[in-house]
């Protein structure tokens, strides 16, 4: 599982550190599978191992639903006693706290986020961990998102003083064409358009 992961030079106490939080990050997510997967469901643990990412997948739903697996502080494990087996030497050892762990080193490492997904009958969970940088949000579309915005303020202002307006006064209030001012009113949901016509 861990055999393509760079581990940087790190000297401890004279000795090479070679655990990193990635590293962690994967015995905690294995560890989480096998002690929450249904022994009784179909298919057994599978996990996946590509060039770009390692899918984790388990027979079994997510017993406090997904939104709380991803947030953390609860647990209730179906295997108890794989989880304190675990605890003994040293893996998973604060109950709930796993998974937003991963969260948190795939954010840290500026990876894509991790894609939990359940499907059912049969039950399966699945998490997909990918080793692939973020895309960067374009310094143009910044900019673009920032001058909308400030269009928005503007249109805001506008109707305040005169509570309705055309479409084409806005436009020239902005100095935008009518379409691109169509296209800022349309996703505008404290605006309403008046009347049958464009």
């Known amino acids: 599982m861990i055999k393509d992961i760079k581990i940087p030079f790190k000297i401890k106490g004279g000795f090479r550190v070679d655990d990193t939080p990635v590293h962690r990050a994967l015995r905690e997510a294995l560890a989480n599978y096998i002690i929450n997967t ?3 469901g179909k298919y057994g643990v599978l996990i ?16 406090l639903g997904k939104e709380q697996m991803r947030k953390g502080g609860k ?27 991963i969260f948190n ?10 894609d939990i997904k359940e499907s059912f009958d049969p039950d399966r969970t699945s998490l997909t961990l990918k080793f692939i940088k973020k895309q960067a949000i374009k310094t143009s579309d910044k900019k673009q998102a920032i001058k909308t915005r ?25 100095g935008l064409s009518m379409a691109r001012t169509r296209e800022i009113l349309s996703v505008m949901d404290d605006v309403e358009a008046i009347g049958g016509g464009k």
């Open 38 to 40: 249904d022994f009784y």
């Open 48 to 63: 996946i191992k590509e060039d770009d990412k390692i899918i984790f997948e388990n027979p079994g739903y997510i017993r």
């Open 75 to 101: 647990s209730d494990p179906r295997n108890k006693s794989l989880m304190k087996m675990f605890n003994l030497i040293d893996i998973g050892e604060h109950a709930g706290s796993g998974v937003p762990n």
């Open 105 to 114: 080193v795939w954010e840290d490492q500026e990876w894509e986020e991790p």
């Open 150 to 174: 400030n269009n928005e303020k503007k249109i805001r202002l506008y109707l305040q003083d005169n509570e309705t307006a055309k479409t084409r006064a806005i436009a020239e209030l902005l």
